[in-house]
DNA sequence: ATTCTACCCTGCAAGC
DNA sequence: TGCTTGCAGGGTAGAA
């Protein structure tokens, strides 16, 4: 998935097609994603005015009155938007249809090959959930390197599960927190607990750098992301360990390391990262 | 409280 | 060519 970056990316993509827009019909293929899509979704957005697309972690909001359309990218998702003409195809499991400049109508149409993603309801006053004991924003001054200190005293976990505990900091998924890891020049098998304040300072700056970056690129497409208006993310190229195990480190071409850590495949540089 | 494990689903590449 | 296997950017629930 669409980590920070790519949700990031999509939501500037939306925006200027969405915000101010009346909505004029939904249209659910599939009423069930990685859970059933509720009956307000349906219902109740037809005919309402779009005010803000937002972002919160990895999740997109898109504001009505009465509450907020909430949606999740999960592994394989993304959003286009289209002419209301276009073909529907494979995995294509909602269109929110959009009034157009001088009634140029277009559809906002939501394709997850994998499901894992969701469309839910926030109504207006309430925090859904979901978005309830998430860690802050890795972008805002909240997250930096005294914050991940004083949080990480005593966790066992390697510091490369912590980075990307959502209830630590969101928005840092298995890419960012592996090249984040390597521009600090941290193992991602220390333990969390086991960090220096000094080292957690340029972890933060590591993940500010590479999370602000990676967006000016449009994020990272490895096979299934793309942006609102089809353009790939161009970031791929610019991965210094991501996918890369064997490979010379760039830094100090020794070949980098790559194992199972937390379930998910890590790759880093055993010379470069202590 | 923290940390594991299993699970959700489809597509694709690698290996036989 | 075709089959099987394993792996993939996410996150939750429930158990240990």
């Known amino acids: 998935m669409p980590e920070l970056p790519e949700v990031e990316t999509t939501r500037r993509g939306l925006a200027p097609h969405l915000e101010g827009r009346r909505i004029?019909?939904?249209?659910l293929r599939r009423p069930d994603l990685r859970w059933p899509i509720p009956p307000e979704i349906a219902r109740d957005l037809p005919g309402q005015r779009i005010a803000e697309v937002r972002r919160r972690a990895k999740y997109l909001l898109m504001d009505v009155d009465g509450g907020s359309a909430l949606l999740h990218?999960?592994?394989?998702?993304?959003?286009?938007?289209?002419?209301?003409?276009?073909?529907?195809?494979?995995?294509?499991?909602?269109?929110?249809?959009?009034?157009?400049p001088r009634g140029q109508a277009r559809v906002l149409r939501f394709n997850d090959p994998r499901r894992?993603?969701?469309?839910?309801?926030?109504?207006?006053?309430?925090?859904?959930?979901?978005?309830?004991?998430?860690?802050?924003?890795?972008?805002s001054d909240a997250f930096d390197g005294d914050y991940l200190f004083e949080l990480s005293r005593g966790r066992k976990a390697p510091v490369k599960t912590f980075l990307m505990d959502q209830g630590v900091v969101v928005g840092v998924g298995n890419i960012y927190a592996a090249e984040s890891l390597f521009l600090a020049g941290i193992s991602p098998l220390r333990a969390a607990g086991k960090v220096s304040r000094e080292r957690y300072v340029a972890l933060a700056d590591a993940v500010k750098r590479i999370l602000g970056y990676a967006i000016t690129r449009g994020g990272t497409t490895l096979r299934d992301?793309?942006?609102?208006?089809?353009?790939?993310?161009?970031?791929?190229q610019e991965l210094s360990a991501y996918g890369r195990g064997g490979e010379p480190c760039p830094r100090c071409r020794?070949?980098?390391?790559e194992a199972s850590i937390g379930q998910r495949t890590t790759v880093w540089c055993g010379h470069c990262q202590k």
């Open 24 to 27: 004029r019909e939904v249209t």
């Open 73 to 100: 990218l999960g592994m394989s998702g993304s959003l286009r938007v289209l002419p209301v003409d276009t073909p529907v195809r494979a995995h294509d499991h909602v269109d929110i249809a959009v009034e157009g």
């Open 116 to 139: 894992f993603g969701c469309l839910l309801w926030q109504p207006a006053g309430e925090v859904h959930p979901l978005l309830q004991g998430l860690g802050p924003e890795p972008l």
């Open 225 to 236: 992301f793309i942006s609102p208006d089809g353009a790939p993310g161009y970031f791929e």
């Open 254 to 257: 020794r070949p980098m390391k």
